[in-house]
């Protein structure tokens, strides 16, 4: 199995701007939202996992321009998954 945060890091120095750092992409923060697309994955249509890392990662993003840290905002993140996973499907 290759390592995902190899690909992700080299995903990130591609999109990287001139002159700009590559946005850095931590193993802690691979396996969270491996993790958040494995159960909205499993749990819900599979077609939802990467729509669903897409809004998470708005989320974050949103939430660390505002000062929360980056592990803090995922785990809110998991948090709001697994609560909404629990819940039973809408009519």
């Known amino acids: 199995m290759t390592d995902p945060t190899a690909w992700v890091t ?3 120095a591609e999109l990287a701007r001139p002159g700009e750092d590559p946005v850095a992409v931590d193993a802690a923060t691979v396996g969270a ?3 958040i697309a494995r159960e909205v994955a499993h749990r819900t249509e599979r077609l939802n996992a990467p729509l669903s890392t897409y809004v998470v990662g708005r989320y974050v993003a949103a939430r660390v321009a505002t000062g929360t ?5 995922i785990a ?3 948090t709001a998954i697994m ?3 629990s819940m039973p499907p809408p009519d």
Request: net charge negative; aromatic share 0%.
């Open 83 to 85: 609560r909404l996973l």
């Open 33 to 35: 939202l491996l993790r």
């Open 76 to 78: 809110e993140v998991e």
């Open 69 to 73: 840290d980056e592990a803090t905002a």
């Open 10 to 12: 080299r995903l990130a």
